[in-house]
T-cell receptor, first 115, second 111 residues
């Protein structure tokens, strides 16, 4: 079946611009996660959705970052006034339900470059 | 100190060798642990879960020592296709949904 998909695969933007990154989870998965992976590092947790609501946004680095999941399926990560330090691969994952041993399946990521 | 620490490598080993990766975690409240594999410029994929009793999946053996807060992964009879970065992961967060990753250990299996 189809896995997690993310668009765009690559995004190059200029410092100060606004970007939106999209995630399509596996059909039927109620839990959705965003992670960010910088070069040479492991992925770092940003935000977790259970259904339409953000159950935990403690990993968002600052208020320039915001994510939504209005219908409980597709999610969009929004970054305002981008900075060069935001350059990273943004990974989305989904799981059948939240918590416990529910395996998180990752999408291929969006590689964001801020010039 | 990072929550999950592992030797970044690289580990360069010949085909057929046995290689072991180690990892330590600092959050004693972490309940579950995993090894993920990540190929270059690809997403992480679950390799195996790690249980206190130790678990084996073919050539791969994982072990958890809660007293020492230590996790290991052993790969026997290394194949060229095992070349990848291996990420040690702890499941934490209030509802145990947040994956905390180490930096990863890079393995290159050489012909």
């Amino acid at each position: 079946g189809a896995g997690v998909s993310q668009t765009p695969s690559n995004k190059v933007t200029e410092k100060g611009k606004y970007v939106e990154l999209r995630c399509d989870p596996i059909s039927g998965h109620t839990a959705l996660y965003w992670y960010r992976q910088s070069l040479g590092q492991g992925p770092e947790f940003l935000i977790y959705f259970q259904g339409t609501g953000a159950a935990d946004d403690s990993g968002l680095p600052n208020d320039r970052f915001f994510a939504v999941r209005p219908e409980g399926s597709v999610s969009t990560l929004k970054i305002q006034r981008t900075e060069r330090g935001d350059s990273a691969v943004y990974l989305c994952a989904s799981s059948r339900a939240g918590g416990g041993q529910n395996e998180q399946f990752f999408g291929p990521g969006t590689r964001l470059t801020v010039l | 100190r990072k929550e999950v620490e592992q030797d970044p490598g690289p580990f360069n080993v010949p085909e057929g060798a046995t290689v072991a990766f180690n990892c330590t975690y600092s959050n004693s409240a972490s309940q579950s642990f995993f090894w993920y594999r990540q190929d270059c410029r690809k997403e992480p994929k679950l390799l195996m879960s790690v249980y206190s009793s130790g678990n084996e999946d073919g050539r791969f053996t994982a072990q958890l020592n809660r007293a020492s807060q230590y996790i290991s992964l052993l790969i026997r009879d290394s194949k060229l296709s095992d070349s990848a970065t291996y990420l040690c992961v702890a499941l934490s967060g209030a509802g145990s949904y947040q994956l905390t990753f180490g930096k990863g250990t890079k393995l290159s299996v050489i012909p």
